[in-house]
């Protein structure tokens, strides 16, 4: 069973911290693979709007609460954010043995290595991670 808000937003919502550049990087991505479906905001900006939500939780992870109010934390919250586009990681993340475990581990892996994990992103992308697609 997930946490729930009282308030869920209006449509969905991923948290994300704006002081780090790796996650700029790839909200700026996510963005536009949701097209419009998903909104983005830093919990900066959130302020205590999601009491129900640990305040430290948003540094920890990005954090995804969905229009029913269902809060979802790291990799699941990703996979979940993505799912207009990228279906089949919350199919994954939900049915196959070991996914949401190996996802988890590697989300926390760059979360704690934020600095190298943007060095490499930029070594592979380039500055711009934005997909080549609307």
């Not at 700026?28 to 305040?55: C, H, L, N």
């Not at 704690?112 to 697609?133: C, D, M, Q, Y």
Request: charged fraction near 25%; hydrophobic fraction near 40%; proline fraction near 7%.
């Amino acid at each position: 069973m997930h946490l729930r808000v009282a308030n869920p937003p209006p449509k969905p919502l991923l948290v994300w911290d704006g002081d780090c550049d790796f996650c700029r990087r790839w909200i700026e991505r996510w963005r536009i693979m949701t097209a419009g479906a998903v909104d983005y905001v830093t919990s900066q900006e959130i302020g205590d709007k999601f009491p129900e939500v640990p305040r430290d939780q948003f540094q920890q992870s990005v954090v995804y609460i969905d229009d029913k109010g269902e809060v979802f934390f790291a990799a699941e919250a990703v996979y979940r954010s993505l799912q207009i586009r990228q279906g089949w990681l919350v199919w994954s993340y939900d049915h196959i043995p070991g996914f949401a475990g190996i996802s988890e581990f590697g989300y926390g892996l760059i979360a704690r290595h934020r600095n190298a994990a943007s060095f490499i992103t930029r070594l592979l992308w380039g500055k711009e991670v934005r997909p080549p697609f609307p």
